[in-house]
């Protein structure tokens, strides 16, 4: 039955997985997925693409929670490696870490016992996928340093609106935008610093 997506390995397998992602990351390629989703005609396209090049019949009741429990699988192995201790080999597909990190681990998460033996397949590419729906960076701060100040952070919004991000290196702006917030909240960290010892 081809009713719901519930079922990976008989619905999806291997294959038409991977022809998913890569349909999902040449939309994203071609400017797609703007604001982080899909618009409902991007949704009409990939499908269309993804039954064109897998020979089955999905519809939007299978590709959406597909594309949800991808993005599950995406944030859960992301968590996983921001672990002290654990490292990942991208060669192999495995992720490195004593069996007793395991244990413990995956005692409070349970869904990690698929990435034990064979790591997450596909990481780099659902990468391309899910980490445009999550924070750019861009606001984000070191917990060691002061947190933006109202200011600080509207000014880096006016900046970053008349910024023209290159497609070619989209990340040397973010460089740019993000250099300039640290040397603000560097800057004003130093200035309430100052003021608490003339107060003192």
């Known amino acids: 039955m081809e009713n719901d997506g519930g079922d990976d390995s008989n619905l999806w397998g291997t294959t038409n997985e991977k022809i998913y992602i890569d349909v999902m990351v040449d939309l994203i390629n071609k400017g797609g997925m703007k604001d982080g989703q899909f618009s409902s005609k991007e949704w009409t396209n990939m499908l269309e693409a993804l039954n064109n090049k897998s020979k089955r019949n999905y519809n939007m009741k299978q590709i959406k929670p597909k594309f949800n429990r991808l993005r599950s699988k995406h944030r859960e192995f992301s968590e996983l490696l ?5 490292g990942w080999d991208a060669e192999t597909n495995t992720v490195n870490a004593t069996d007793e990190m395991w244990q413990n681990y995956i005692r409070v998460h ?3 016992t698929q990435f034990r033996k064979k ?7 659902l990468g391309i ?3 445009k729906s999550t924070a750019t960076g861009v606001f984000r701060h070191a917990s060691t340093s002061d947190p933006p100040n109202t200011d600080d952070e509207m ?3 006016a900046e970053s609106a008349h910024v023209n991000i290159s497609r070619d290196n989209p990340f040397s702006t973010l460089d740019k935008l993000t250099s300039n917030l640290r040397k603000r909240t560097t800057s004003s960290s130093s200035e309430r610093r100052s003021k608490k010892e003339t107060r003192s």
């Open 110 to 112: 349970p869904k990690a």
């Open 129 to 131: 996928i899910f980490n």
């Open 82 to 86: 921001q672990q002290t201790g654990f």
């Open 119 to 125: 790591g997450c397949e596909h990481y780099k590419l």
């Open 155 to 157: 000014e880096l919004e």
